[in-house]
């Protein structure tokens, strides 16, 4: 079993920054590939950026390529998503994920979840 937990979250005027960070408990948390989704109001839960358990490998929606950065440590059991140059399209509850997949961009190949953290991005 992995408990997730996310942070960091807030307000921002569109333009700013916000670092996300995903601590990860319980057995062999290290081992799992962690990926963030996100889910505004009306939508549907979308797929945001993933790393594999080992940080050597990376993959990230198009929508935030080029601004959002995903990096973990493993000493930590944390996962981070530095959001650079948000935009109020990027307005939603952002959650963690963990799984035992490589690398994935679909939600039902992660096991655990966080409960989510609120990012607010005003124009």
């Known amino acids: 079993q992995v408990q997730l937990l996310e942070s960091g979250g807030g307000l921002v005027q569109a333009g700013g920054s916000l670092r996300l960070s995903c601590a990860a408990s319980?057995?062999?948390?290290?081992?799992?590939?962690m990926g963030w989704f996100r889910q505004a109001p009306g939508k549907e839960r979308e797929f945001v950026a993933a790393i594999s358990w080992s940080g050597g490998s990376t993959m990230s929606s198009d929508s935030v390529k080029g601004r959002f950065t995903i990096s973990r440590d493993n000493a930590k059991n944390t996962v981070y998503l530095q959001m650079d140059n948000l935009k109020p399209e990027d307005t939603a509850v952002y959650y963690c994920a963990a799984g035992v997949v490589a690398l994935g961009a679909r939600s039902n190949e992660y096991d655990y979840w966080g409960q989510g953290t609120q990012v607010t991005v005003s124009s």
């Open positions: 319980g057995r062999t948390a290290s081992y799992y590939a």
